[in-house]
């Protein structure tokens, strides 16, 4: 089906390791976005890119870096993992019209 | 600075009632207004985008409202059932080219058989 895929579903890292989010769209968008979402929080914008080649920081990228590999592939790097970093992570892409945003299923990942 | 509210953050109703989410933001320059539904432990599904444009848009038993200029959206289930249960987001979308989005902390419904 159509959509934005994300993996892992799950992970735990312990605090200093690294790991790399992937999110890839096969709807043909131009933005992609990540976000946490945090209790209480709601959710908040890590990185974005608006088309193949461009990122942008967020409210909160401090931790992370992203690469736009292609059209379709925009990935999320921890460099070393810290126990604030605890979240769920969801990756989104964007189309102008129609549906507007559509999201992942998350990656629920814990620092410990 | 866009701050978007949702009221109630919680709400429980028996099924068949017919039913309102409210949604309210601060800036009235918005691109387009998104709402969300989220299921426990899982990602966001789409529910219905409205452009800043239109005043409403419908699906089945959704219907999602707007007034820019009173900085309010609602959203309304018809004969609600128990699988509406979940937490309803909205979030505007500035004007620009990035299109980030301002979420509001949603509403937990419950509706009981």
């Known amino acids: 089906n159509a959509g934005v895929t994300q993996t892992p579903k799950f992970q735990v890292l312990k605090t200093g390791q690294s790991m790399t989010l992937q999110c890839a769209q096969d709807?043909?968008?131009?933005?992609m976005y990540w976000y946490r979402q945090d209790p209480g929080m709601g959710l908040r914008l890590i990185y974005y890119?608006?088309?193949?080649?461009?990122?942008d920081k967020g409210e909160v990228p401090n931790g992370y870096n992203v690469s736009r590999l292609n059209k379709r592939e925009f990935s999320l790097r921890l460099e070393s993992a810290a126990p604030s970093q605890t979240s769920v992570y969801l990756c989104?892409?964007?189309?102008?019209?129609?549906?507007?945003?559509?999201f992942g299923s998350g990656t629920r990942l814990t620092v410990v | 600075k866009q701050e978007v509210t949702q009221i109630p953050a919680a709400l429980s109703v028996p099924e068949g009632e017919n039913l309102v989410l409210n949604c309210s933001f601060t800036?009235?320059?918005?691109?387009?207004l998104q709402w969300f539904r989220q299921d426990p432990g899982k990602g966001l599904t789409s529910l219905l985008l409205?452009?800043?444009s239109q005043r409403e848009q419908t699906s089945g038993r959704l219907n999602a409202s707007l007034d820019k200029s009173s900085g309010r959206s609602t959203l309304y289930i018809a004969a609600s059932q128990p699988g509406d249960s979940a937490t309803y987001l909205c979030?505007?979308?500035?004007?620009?080219?990035?299109?980030?989005?301002?979420w509001g902390l949603g509403t937990s419904l419950a509706v009981n058989p």
């Open positions: 890119s608006a088309s193949e080649g461009t990122t």
């Open positions: 709807m043909n968008h131009n933005s």
């Open positions: 979030a505007v979308s500035r004007a620009g080219n990035n299109r980030k989005l301002i």
């Open positions: 989104a892409s964007f189309r102008e019209r129609g549906i507007g945003y559509t």
């Open positions: 800036d009235s320059a918005i691109y387009n």
């Open positions: 409205i452009q800043s």
